[in-house]
């Protein structure tokens, strides 16, 4: 029969004793008093049910009878202790056997050692309830304390069996990282990485995944396979794309209620999710719910930190290889000289030159190498400038500055650049620039020349003109005929020509800037400074551009002038075709009047174009076959000019990078215009 705690005992706390009791008057005078005094107390008349229970740890106390059937005290703890060796016992009656002379093998001699054994008198009457009541409690207090202090042993003894596990397992995997430091390519590092995953960190079921543009390959898995096929999965895939994404590990417990759910390989419970930086994914899967801690997620970290050093480090293998093969190739390949050089005792010395330098500097590689670079190639003149360039790219300066060297064949001009491609490693480029150098000193000797050309026009030219023009001004003062008219226009025309040639003199050698420049009001400020007779000018358009203001003019002013000398009908030749304003004037007539009263008033416009700007007039035009060579240097359909005008406009639109062209206009005159011109908005 089993008795039950009293519903008002205290839970968890009350102490839980169970009473093997001889017989029923024992058992409920026990129990009825321990219940009064706040025991919970379970009775057993069968021994082998309450030994069943002390199997079962859940009790904290047990009540024996000095004698139970033909079982003694004695017999009674062995069993007990056979199962539970701290459960504390407490005896009621002494246990004494029916011969007096073995008083001193009384079955409560022996367990008087056993300190969880406390004896009371088997005299229901006599005994002391509230000194046994006092008694269990002390003793379950005991145990209870002595049962938590093994708890926490245990716990402790755990936590350092497996903070010695982690301990080795982060050894081993310092050679995993030595190995995975070695390795030849990505394959081994992958392979390397889930063995040692399986073998150190018993990950049983793991694998390594690389990311592709938009999707993940597998490369690598535990011998234990998965459930289903590895194949690729899209990169945004559930944990191994949202790990990916974000670089953040995932441990899932249960992956019914983790966010990304399930992976795709099998019916897995929990799984850890870990990044191989910008490589791909490594994961772990298992079966049962809740397989992985915070340990296992750490040290599988620990080991895919190892895998992105090792596949960095091939990838920067990688690159290093390709930029050092394009070096050689540059080396090899390059129309340049390139000389290979490392700094040595704070000189560059020569290591290699390239075939351009072999060519070009006329040294053989042989003769060169092991020397320093200033004693090969600087003349004795410009040591110290040599010197000071070294310097400069020993202290990391870059160096481009143009360089005049000593070569088997005399002096050349060269440009020189300093390429770092290793610590203490320099390419010298020489580019060869003797023949621009050339061309360059060429230009400038002309250029002189050509100072001294337009300083005669200027002034020896001039000068005698304006001489005569002053002795025809004294002369048509006594004397006014029309030869003397005849004189005058062609000291005008002198003029002409001489600014005209000063001008195209001077477009080669003035300084070029470009300003924003509003096309109205310049085209209003030419139009004043060319004599346009009775013509009228109409802007039609606000736009401002981006040129040089005084080349502008020039072309403006130009073109003008040209629409007015020669747009007129009155100022066509004979055959019908325009003159440009350098050909010779009909004689009796002024190509500046304006015409006879029969000509219609001329008109010039200035107008916008898609990516430009035009300059038209509605005069006689330009025909078709004259249109490819009007802008050509001399070119003119009379024999006393020299076709200067519509050379200068095409040389200010070739300085600013337009493209200009000559056609017919609505009106049937001449169209010039310009494309290719930046505007301002």
């Not at 003894?157 to 310092?174: A, F, M």
């Not at 000509?599 to 509605?618: I, P, Q």
């Amino acid at each position: 029969m089993t008795r039950f705690a009293s519903p008002g005992a205290p839970a968890r706390t009350a102490p839980s004793v169970l009473f093997v009791a001889p017989d029923r008057t024992r058992a409920d005078a026990v129990a009825a008093a321990l219940d009064r005094h706040d025991v919970s107390v379970t009775v057993e008349f069968d021994l082998g049910t309450a030994l069943g229970r002390v199997d079962d740890r859940t009790v904290d106390c047990l009540l024996i009878p000095g004698q139970f059937g033909r079982h003694t005290a004695v017999d009674l703890v062995a069993l007990v202790r056979d199962r539970h060796p701290e459960l504390p016992v407490v005896l009621l009656g002494p246990g004494r056997s029916d011969d007096d002379d073995a008083a001193a093998a009384s079955p409560a001699g022996p367990l008087v050692a056993d300190p969880a054994v406390h004896r009371f008198s088997d005299d229901i009457e006599s005994i002391s309830y509230d000194r046994l009541a006092d008694r269990v409690r002390a003793s379950v207090a005991r145990y209870r304390s002595s049962q938590a202090q093994r708890t926490e042993r245990d716990i402790v003894s755990r936590l350092e069996r497996r903070i010695q596990r982690t301990e080795r397992k982060i050894t081993s995997l310092h050679g995993v990282a030595m190995r995975l430091a070695s390795a030849a390519d990505a394959d081994d590092i992958y392979e390397e990485t889930v063995e040692a995953a399986e073998r150190i960190l018993n990950l049983d079921i793991c694998f390594a995944f690389e990311a592709e543009a938009d999707r993940f390959v597998p490369r690598a898995q535990s011998s234990t396979p998965t459930a289903r096929e590895l194949r690729p999965v899209p990169k945004d895939a559930g944990a191994m794309g949202e790990t990916f994404r974000t670089g953040e590990s995932h441990r899932a417990v249960d992956m019914e209620l983790h966010a990304f759910g399930r992976p795709e390989f099998g019916d897995y419970r929990s799984g850890l999710s870990v990044a191989i930086g910008s490589f791909g994914v490594f994961q772990a899967v298992s079966e049962q719910t809740g397989a992985f801690d915070e340990i296992d997620l750490e040290l599988a970290e620990l080991l895919v930190a190892h895998t992105n050093a090792a596949l960095q480090r091939l990838s920067f293998e990688r690159r290093l290889r390709i930029e050092r093969d394009q070096y050689a190739a540059l080396f090899e390949n390059s129309a340049d000289c390139i000389i290979d050089s490392e700094f040595v005792d704070g000189e560059s010395v020569i290591r290699a030159v390239n075939p351009a330098f072999e060519a070009t500097f006329g040294y053989d590689e042989s003769e060169v190498v092991g020397r320093a670079i200033d004693d090969v190639v600087a003349p004795d003149d410009r040591l110290d400038e040599a010197a000071k360039l070294t310097e400069m790219v020993r202290a990391g300066d870059f160096v481009q500055t143009e360089v005049r060297r000593r070569t088997a064949n005399g002096e050349r001009d060269f440009l020189l650049r300093s390429v770092p491609v290793g610590e203490d490693t320099i390419y010298a480029v020489y580019t060869d620039i003797t023949a621009r150098r050339d061309v360059e000193r060429e230009m400038e000797a002309q250029n002189r020349r050509l100072d001294e050309f337009t300083s005669a026009v200027s002034h020896d030219l001039r000068n005698p003109l304006s001489v005569a023009t002053g002795h025809l001004d004294i002369a048509r003062e006594e004397v006014d005929n029309d030869h003397l008219a005849a004189v005058a226009r062609a000291h005008d025309r002198m003029s002409a020509l001489t600014e005209e040639l000063l001008v195209l003199a001077r477009q080669g050698t003035d300084a070029f800037a470009t300003t924003p420049v509003p096309l109205a009001e310049t085209a209003a400020r030419c139009w004043e400074h060319v004599e346009t007779g009775d013509a009228a000018l109409v802007v039609a358009t606000d736009r401002t551009v981006v040129a040089d203001a005084g080349r502008l003019h020039q072309l403006f002013e130009n073109l003008m002038r040209n629409a007015v000398e020669h747009g007129s009908t009155g100022n066509q030749t004979a055959s019908g075709d325009p003159v440009e304003h350098g050909s010779p004037e009909r004689p009796g007539s002024d190509s500046t009047d304006g015409g006879d009263d029969a000509e219609t008033r001329l008109t010039v416009t200035v107008g916008a174009l898609d990516d430009g700007f035009y300059v038209e007039d509605d005069g006689a035009g330009v025909p078709p076959e004259l249109r490819s060579r009007i802008f050509d240097t001399g070119f003119s359909t009379g024999t006393a000019g020299i076709g200067f005008g519509l050379t200068i406009v095409s040389n200010v639109a070739d300085a600013h990078g337009w493209t200009v062209s000559v056609g017919e206009s609505d009106a049937g005159g001449a169209r010039f215009g310009f494309t290719g011109v930046e505007s301002e908005p």
